[in-house]
């Protein structure tokens, strides 16, 4: 067991973290499974790169997610907006789990297929028409619209404020401005206070979207129900990281089959190979790296390190996804790859907070692939296809320009 806490800066460890974090995450983990590090934004965790430390970190309830169970923790004021499920732990998990989970049913989830259909056809339409030279940025005309257009119809976000949505959800995620991002973070609570109010004039309508039928497990009188704050927090989670994530994945799944011909080609020649791009996709450029932050609420012991109380606890699902003691040669992409290796993915998480919306981002990813590379099949990177990552939360490219 490693008593003493030696710090290690990721940037030492990697020329530049943001295009390849890998070359640090291997470098740590050849040396155990936990360790103290500084990330390059100056801030310090611990940091879990094993992928079964991240399983069981995962499903240890003596890691919180409630921030209060911080050593840092100052009550700013602004704790209330964190209200939603990644952000607290049973049994308040459990309450608005439950009160969420009946509006992401498989049923309604593959009811939204003919609509995720008819909007990726309409955004390659239009993408197409616009480019007389059959050329375009993949991510600004079809990758980022797509998913943005399903959460926000889902949730009842006017068509009119979804490019001012857009524009505050890139900035919630970057890591490259603080103040950028809380700022962004401010005046999207605001504008969802004020969309809540005007679901709320409508409570009894009887066409009703997700942040309308939140509204009214708010308001019912009598049973379980969200609070004022629950409400707010649940509709910014869901419609942050309800298209995010998918964004990401759309995304990085066409960078990977256009980087890798060969897979592209047994794609084309096999569409039932689908199922398994998209699950090596998550698993190879997983679109959210690492869980939310856990705190340690008594001192334990995970993969050899001694982990203080109050603690700060970075489960890194990118490292866990590449560890090569869970998946043969983690470094190769393979839409081959045996269903048994890529089921143990932890894109989206494990155990209480395994991603509720995992359904929905694997029906528009798989999608969203299949109707852009039938409509393109000569689809190809315009340019050298050197990724250019954006320094986020998430696993995001600044743009993908493609030809057809």
Same mark, same amino acid.
């Given at each position: 067991?490693?008593?003493?806490?030696?710090?290690?800066?990721?940037?030492?460890?990697?020329?530049?973290?943001?295009?390849?974090?890998?070359?640090?995450?291997?470098?740590?983990?050849?040396?155990?499974?936990?360790?103290?590090?500084?990330?390059?934004?100056?801030?310090?965790?611990?940091?879990?790169?094993?992928?079964?430390?991240? #399983?069981? *970190?995962?499903?240890?309830?003596? $890691?919180?997610?409630? &921030? @209060?169970?911080?050593?840092?923790?100052?009550? /700013?004021? =602004?704790?209330?907006?964190?209200?939603?499920?990644?952000?607290?732990?049973?049994?308040?998990?459990?309450?608005?789990?439950?009160?969420?989970?009946?509006?992401?049913?498989?049923?309604?989830?593959?009811?939204?297929?003919?609509?995720?259909?008819?909007?990726?056809?309409?955004?390659?339409?239009?993408?197409?028409?616009?480019?007389?030279?059959?050329?375009?940025?993949?991510?600004?005309?079809?990758?980022?619209?797509?998913?943005?257009?399903?959460?926000?119809?889902?949730?009842?976000?006017?068509?009119?404020?979804?490019?001012?949505?857009?524009?505050?959800?890139?900035?919630?995620?970057?890591?490259?401005?603080?103040?950028?991002?809380?700022?962004?973070?401010?005046?999207?609570?605001?504008?969802?206070?004020?969309?809540?109010?005007?679901?709320?004039?409508? #409570?009894? *309508?009887?066409?009703?979207?997700? $942040?309308?039928?939140? &509204? @009214?497990?708010?308001?019912?009188?009598?049973? /379980?129900? =969200?609070?004022?704050?629950?409400?707010?927090?649940?509709?910014?989670?869901?419609?942050?990281?309800?298209?995010?994530?998918?964004?990401?994945?759309?995304?990085?799944?066409?960078?990977?089959?256009?980087?890798?011909?060969?897979?592209?080609?047994?794609?084309?020649?096999?569409?039932?190979?689908?199922?398994?791009?998209?699950?090596?996709?998550?698993?190879?450029?997983?679109?959210?790296?690492?869980?939310?932050?856990?705190?340690?609420?008594?001192?334990?012991?995970?993969?050899?390190?001694?982990?203080?109380?109050?603690?700060?606890?970075?489960?890194?699902?990118?490292?866990?996804?590449?560890?090569?003691?869970?998946?043969?040669?983690?470094?190769?992409?393979?839409?081959?790859?045996?269903?048994?290796?890529?089921?143990?993915?932890?894109?989206?998480?494990?155990?209480?907070?395994?991603?509720?919306?995992?359904?929905?981002?694997?029906?528009?990813?798989?999608?969203?692939?299949?109707?852009?590379?039938?409509?393109?099949?000569?689809?190809?990177?315009?340019?050298?296809?050197?990724?250019?990552?954006?320094?986020?939360?998430?696993?995001?490219?600044?743009?993908?320009?493609?030809?057809?």
């Amino acid at each position: 067991m490693r008593t003493q806490r030696h710090t290690v800066r990721l940037v030492d460890l990697t020329d530049d973290f943001t295009a390849d974090p890998y070359s640090a995450f291997n470098s740590l983990r050849s040396r155990g499974s936990v360790h103290h590090v500084r990330f390059p934004t100056g801030d310090e965790s611990w940091l879990v790169v094993g992928h079964e430390e991240v #399983r069981l *970190a995962f499903a240890d309830a003596r $890691l919180r997610n409630d &921030v @209060r169970h911080s050593a840092d923790f100052e009550d /700013d004021g =602004l704790y209330s907006v964190g209200r939603n499920m990644l952000q607290v732990d049973p049994p308040d998990h459990t309450r608005l789990r439950t009160l969420v989970a009946r509006e992401f049913t498989a049923r309604r989830v593959q009811a939204l297929r003919p609509r995720v259909e008819e909007a990726a056809s309409a955004l390659l339409d239009a993408m197409d028409a616009m480019a007389a030279d059959g050329r375009a940025d993949l991510v600004a005309a079809y990758a980022y619209p797509l998913p943005l257009t399903i959460i926000c119809e889902l949730l009842g976000v006017p068509d009119v404020d979804r490019d001012a949505f857009r524009a505050w959800s890139t900035k919630v995620v970057a890591l490259d401005d603080a103040e950028q991002s809380a700022r962004a973070s401010q005046e999207m609570t605001m504008y969802l206070a004020g969309l809540a109010e005007e679901k709320r004039r409508l #409570r009894d *309508a009887a066409d009703s979207d997700l $942040l309308h039928a939140l &509204v @009214r497990t708010h308001d019912r009188d009598g049973g /379980d129900r =969200l609070t004022p704050e629950e409400l707010l927090g649940m509709a910014f989670l869901l419609l942050v990281a309800g298209h995010e994530t998918t964004v990401n994945l759309i995304a990085n799944a066409v960078q990977l089959l256009l980087g890798h011909p060969g897979q592209l080609a047994a794609l084309h020649a096999d569409p039932e190979l689908l199922k398994g791009a998209v699950e090596e996709t998550l698993r190879f450029e997983s679109p959210a790296p690492a869980g939310t932050y856990r705190y340690a609420a008594e001192p334990i012991t995970l993969g050899g390190a001694r982990i203080p109380a109050g603690a700060r606890v970075v489960l890194s699902i990118a490292a866990a996804n590449r560890d090569p003691a869970r998946f043969p040669a983690p470094d190769r992409f393979d839409i081959r790859r045996d269903p048994s290796e890529t089921r143990a993915h932890l894109a989206f998480g494990y155990g209480l907070h395994h991603c509720l919306g995992a359904p929905l981002a694997r029906l528009e990813a798989t999608l969203a692939l299949r109707i852009l590379l039938d409509r393109f099949p000569r689809l190809a990177f315009d340019g050298d296809g050197t990724p250019r990552w954006r320094p986020s939360l998430m696993r995001s490219l600044r743009e993908l320009p493609v030809r057809w």
